[in-house]
């Protein structure tokens, strides 16, 4: 009888013990989103990005402007050109075209390697507060607030005010 008692005791001491562990547990989360959008280095760095786009977005008109004037001209004067220059000035057309396509993807390149270079600071930055904050406050996860359906804030800590308190964030 003493060899059937030991196992369950072992099973229901493993059972408290167990209990016990995942009620001290921590759990917090944070609108990571919210966080960084409050982070002045955010505004910073979008108002940096809108500049460099504009800056790329003027040189890309300034070659298009070209291809319309020489596509007017086309239009206008192809009845009275041979078929030797309404062919050299098809190539220009078709060579402008090109020369827009490839500057617009280069554009996109550009921008998206300029945003990611702005923007990934900001994103370690927050990053680090937040793992900061966990860890100093004992927390063994931290869920993105956004991510989830339901967060029951009597049983998870909302780390946001305490991270932007360590940001320096009003």
């Keep these: 009888m003493k060899n059937l008692l030991k196992p369950v005791f072992v099973i229901a001491f493993a059972m408290l013990v167990s209990g016990n562990i995942f009620a001290q547990q ?4 944070i609108n990571r989103t919210e966080l960084i959008q409050s982070m002045p280095e955010f505004k910073t760095s979008g108002e940096k990005l809108e500049a460099y ?3 790329l977005q ?10 319309n004037k020489r596509l ?7 009845e009275t050109w041979t078929d030797e220059k309404k062919e050299v000035k098809t190539q220009e057309l078709i060579s402008i075209q090109r020369r827009l396509e490839e500057q617009r993807t280069s554009i996109q390149e550009s921008y998206g ?3 990611e270079e702005l923007f990934m600071p900001v994103l370690k930055k927050a990053s680090d507060a937040i793992n900061k904050v966990a860890k100093a406050g004992g927390y063994i996860y931290v869920f993105e607030s956004s991510a989830v359906h339901y967060v029951d804030d009597t049983q998870s800590t909302n780390l946001l005010p ?4 360590e940001l320096g964030i009003n």
Excluded: T
């Design 26 to 29: 921590k759990f917090a989360h």
């Design 53 to 55: 786009g504009k800056e």
């Design 58 to 67: 003027s040189s890309f008109e300034e070659v298009q402007v070209e291809y």
């Design 72 to 78: 007017d001209d086309f239009q206008k004067n192809q």
């Design 113 to 115: 390697k300029k945003e």
């Design 162 to 165: 305490a991270v932007k308190k």
